[in-house]
Every structure is written in structure tokens, then in C-alpha cells.
């Protein structure tokens, strides 16, 4: 079985191809390469192809010129497009060490009888824990202090200075509750504090597990003192709060957007922080990333910016690759794979017959 094994600067190749050494059937061949090793590129580049596919770039030559007969691809920004499939005909399975599959053709590989998997929830610790660090640092004003202390001010007033919080006791209100909500729930726990959730995918069970009460939108927008965003964005949510959803907030309340800009309208989130119609808010993600120098969003003194770094951690991007390739290993065992895309492909008899051609091996 041959390999091919992509990475950037994010989780070079080598790192891929090392966890690829896992692969329950051994490969007797691996190609390593990295798609961009620029961090400054690489965001560039895979912000252009989460906005318009794997389409967005031709062919990239790390695919073009690799062996005509890899049966497996490790990725994680890396476009596979329609026609980067095409360039590999023995290709079987595609693996993407990230939740996000934006950077795959995932409809035309089902098409083509290729197992597609992704890794859930691969930096749902690193953001859980950011997203923590988040609300404290925009309702406790960390971030605003430190910018004056080390600019000579030795800074006491706030624009919250006559409403700031303590946690305990106060509501929190999380859209979107699957893995990284999960954890923030349970990180949260110890604040002693009110959950409500807003999420129409997950069950029951699951919230009740964390002794939260599921609740509309419009419910807890009204309601929360703190809102935390842990959705994918998908055509369905884009702009999910908009003027008429954040005029629901409180005067007191405070948002948090770990998860992608587009979730929220962007005109109505910068006029509801600048007429001080809540509290504040805290963001990760942005609607065109990098900010210009000149960004509107810099004039606001109730707002905390980061720069997208809250899945970042040491241990979130090791571990990547090794995930995913547990995951492709319950496959190749017949052992109930948890995060296979597009699981119908497991039907075709040519996706049969290679798994049994592997098993064997």
C-alpha cells in the first residue's frame, strides 16, 4: 500500500507520514511533502479555499507529481479537489487531520467510491480551554489592563467598571453543544453556573449530562450573561445572529465567538459593541483574516481580538495525525470507525473489496 502524506507548517508532513507508520496495514511506501510552510501563505491560502473549495487552486503539484497509485491521502489544509482526485486513480480513502473538510471534494470522492475521514474534536481541548480564558479576559477587562500597563497607564476605569462580573451564579449560554461545548460546559462547571443550550442536532441525554436545559435562540439570548459560539458554519446558520437576535442580548451580556465569523453578521455585532448595547464580546475568528492596521474593530474599547489561535496547542497538533489514523485503523480492523464522512461508500462492492484486499495483508 502506498501513502501520500501532505502537510504545511501548521503539522509538517514528516509529523503526518511518522503517524502514517501506525497504519495498521503496514505501508510499503510513503510520500511525504508540505503543501505551504509560510504561516503567513498558509493562512492566506486556506481562508481563500474554506471560502470558495478545493477548487479555489489548481491541482497542487505535492498531488500532480505524486506516484500514480497511492491508496491513501493524509491531509490537513491541503486542496482535493475534483480534479486532484482524478490525478490519483488507485486512490481509496482521504484522510483530513482537522474537523473542517472545506478543503475536500467530499461529494465528488463519494461519487468515486473513496472513504473520506475527518478527525472530531481534535482541539476541542485547546479551544474549550481558550474559550474559558476568553470570558475572563473580556468581563475582568485582563487583556485591556495588561495593553495599559505596559504602555506606562496604570489604567482602573472600564467601559463595565460599574457592571463587572464574578461567574458564579450567572448564566451561560452555549450555541452549539457538541464536543467543544461539551468541554466548556464541564470546564465551566466549577464556576457554578446556569447552562442553557441552543443546539438542534444533539440529544437529550447529552445535555442533561451537564445539567443544562435546552432552550430556543431566542430563549438564550434573552436570558444569558455570557454567549459562547461552538458551531460549524454551514449554509443553514451563516449569519445566525444578526441586529434582530443581538437586540435580544442584555445590556450586561457578553459574546464569544471561538468557532467562525460568519455565525454572526458583522455590521450588526460592531454597531450593537460601539452603541454599547451589550457588554462586550470576545473574538477569535474574523470575518477577513488578518485585520487591517486600520480596522474598525481596533476603536472599540469593549471588545478583546485574538488571532485565530484558539485550537492552537502543542498537543492539539501532534496528536492530530495520530487520531486520525486510530480512526482509519478501526476501519481497516472492521472495529466501528467513529468519524467516517460519507459512511455509504462502505456499500459499494469495489470499496469491499479493497477493505477485504487490506484485512488480508
Known amino acids: 500500500m502506498k501513502v501520500l502524506c501532505i502537510g504545511d507548517t501548521m503539522i509538517p508532513g514528516k509529523n503526518i507520514a511518522k503517524a502514517a507508520k501506525e497504519l495498521q496495514v503496514k505501508p510499503n511506501y510513503i510520500e511525504m511533502d ?10 492566506d491560502r486556506r481562508l481563500v479555499i474554506e471560502k470558495q473549495g478545493p477548487s479555489a487552486e489548481k491541482v497542487v503539484p505535492q498531488i500532480a507529481n505524486a506516484s500514480k497509485d497511492i491508496e491513501i491521502l493524509l491531509v490537513l489544509f491541503c486542496p482535493v479537489s475534483q480534479e486532484a482526485i482524478e490525478t490519483l486513480p488507485e486512490l481509496k480513502l482521504i484522510g483530513a487531520s482537522r474537523a473542517g473538510l472545506e478543503n475536500i471534494d467530499v461529494d465528488y470522492a463519494t461519487k468515486k467510491g473513496i472513504v473520506v475521514h475527518n478527525i472530531q474534536g481534535r ?3 485547546a479551544v474549550s480551554d481558550y474559550t474559558i480564558g476568553l470570558i475572563l479576559a473580556e468581563a475582568r477587562n485582563i487583556a485591556r489592563s495588561h495593553t495599559a500597563v505596559k504602555n506606562g497607564i496604570w489604567r482602573k476605569n472600564f467601559f463595565n467598571s460599574d457592571m463587572i462580573p464574578e461567574l458564579q451564579g450567572k448564566t451561560v449560554g452555549l ?12 470546564k465551566l462547571s466549577g464556576f457554578r453556573i446556569n447552562l442553557l443550550v441552543f443546539d438542534p442536532y444533539v440529544n437529550d441525554d447529552d445535555i442533561q449530562k451537564y445539567q443544562a436545559k435546552r432552550v430556543s435562540l431566542e430563549d438564550l439570548l434573552k436570558n444569558s450573561d455570557f454567549i459562547s459560539l461552538h458551531a460549524r458554519l454551514s449554509q443553514e446558520n451563516k449569519d445566525l445572529l444578526g441586529e434582530k437576535e443581538l437586540s435580544c442580548m442584555k445590556k450586561s451580556a457578553y459574546l464569544i465567538n ?19 448595547k451589550i457588554a462586550g464580546a470576545a473574538l477569535d475568528v474574523f470575518w477577513q483574516e ?22 492552537t496547542t502543542t498537543e492539539a497538533l501532534t496528536k492530530s495525525p495520530f487520531l486520525l489514523v486510530q480512526d482509519i485503523n478501526r476501519l481497516l480492523e472492521d472495529n466501528h470507525p467513529r468519524f467516517i464522512v460519507n459512511p455509504e461508500v462502505l456499500e459499494k462492492i469495489e470499496v469491499q473489496k479493497w477493505l477485504e484486499k487490506v484485512r488480508r495483508a
Open 34 to 43: 508540505d503543501w505551504e510552510t509560510d504561516w503567513n501563505k498558509l493562512q
Open 175 to 186: 450555541i452549539g453543544f457538541g464536543f467543544i461545548g461539551q468541554l466548556v460546559a464541564q
Open 258 to 276: 471561538t468557532a467562525r465569523a460568519g455565525l454572526i453578521q458583522e455590521d450588526a455585532l460592531f454597531e450593537s459593541l460601539k452603541g454599547q
Open 123 to 125: 482541539n476541542a481541548q
Open 290 to 311: 488578518p485585520i487591517t492596521k486600520n480596522s474598525r474593530w481596533l476603536t472599540l474599547d469593549n471588545v478583546t481580538l485574538t488571532s485565530h489561535i484558539a485550537g
